[in-house]
């Protein structure tokens, strides 16, 4: 049973930053895409940002590129997304989200995901 688990979330105030983090469990990862979804009050669930296990391969979507950064520790098998220049508009509940046999950039398009976390509240404030 694969489990996703969430940290790191908090309130930060508007430039500042927050490094989100995803323990991941319940078998081995190498055929993996990991990624970071996001949903604001009143908003469907958007994508943020993928990598794939093995490769370290990226994909971010355009309102992060070049203030967030995913990243994997395959020795911890978690998962980081650094959050930086953070904006009032990233406010949101962030997910984490991991695909079998899929790639970073399929990972941001596709619909549906194999196994999904519990979510940690990012709050900037103005």
């Known amino acids: 049973q694969v489990q996703l688990v969430e940290s790191g979330g908090g309130l930060v105030q508007a430039g500042g930053s927050r490094r989100l983090s995803c323990a991941a469990s319940?078998?081995?990862?190498?055929?993996?895409?990991m990624g970071w979804f996001r949903q604001a009050p009143g908003k469907e669930r958007e994508f943020v940002a993928a990598?794939?296990?093995?490769?370290?391969?990226?994909y971010y979507t355009d309102s992060v590129k070049g203030r967030f950064t995913i990243s994997r520790d395959t020795a911890k098998n978690t998962v980081y997304l650094q959050m930086n220049n953070l904006k009032p508009e990233d406010t949101a509940v962030y997910y984490c989200?991991?695909?079998?046999?899929?790639?970073?950039?399929?990972?941001?398009?596709?619909?549906?995901?194999?196994?999904w976390g519990q979510g940690t509240q990012v709050t900037v404030s103005s």
């Open positions: 319940g078998r081995t990862f190498r055929s993996y895409a």
């Open positions: 990598i794939t296990w093995s490769a370290g391969n990226t």
């Open positions: 989200a991991a695909d079998v046999l899929t790639t970073a950039q399929a990972m941001g398009v596709r619909e549906g995901h194999d196994y």
